[in-house]
Nanobody, 117 residues
Framework: QVRLVESGGGLAQPGGSLRLSCAAS????????MGWYRQAPGKQRELVAT???????DYADSVKGRFAISRDNTKNTVYLQMDSLEPEDTAVYYC???????????WGQGTQVTVSS
């Protein structure tokens, strides 16, 4: 089992910045990738950014150049730096951990990000 604890959501103005954090604990030795997904009201959950165990990153086209994913292996934590925020970025953001063990998926509880003036 893997436990994910997210933090850092909140309210930001358009053009502003927020940084999300996700701390992983438990059976993290099976890490394949970690990432962030988001779900806006009435929409499906979508990928925002991922980072593999080899530090390869991938981003949704809508956030390229504005968001950056990184991780600190010493803290078992992944971060999502979000700059130049837009109202369309408003959503609940979920941390995801993909394990090579049985290809398991683990999810955090979600953190609300609201971009509004």
């Amino acid at each position: 089992q893997v436990r994910l604890v997210e933090s850092g959501g909140g309210l930001a103005q358009p053009g502003g910045s927020l940084r999300l954090s996700c701390a992983a604990s438990g059976s993290i030795f099976g890490l394949k990738s970690m990432g962030w997904y988001r779900q806006a009201p009435g929409k499906q959950r979508e990928l925002v950014a991922t980072i593999t165990s080899g530090d390869t990153t991938d981003y949704a086209d809508s956030v390229k150049g504005r968001f950056a994913i990184s991780r600190d292996n010493t803290k078992n934590t992944v971060y999502l730096q979000m700059d130049s925020l837009e109202p369309e970025d408003t959503a609940v953001y979920y941390c995801n951990f993909k394990s090579v063990i049985r290809n398991s998926d683990y999810w955090g509880q979600g953190t609300q990000v609201t971009v509004s003036s």
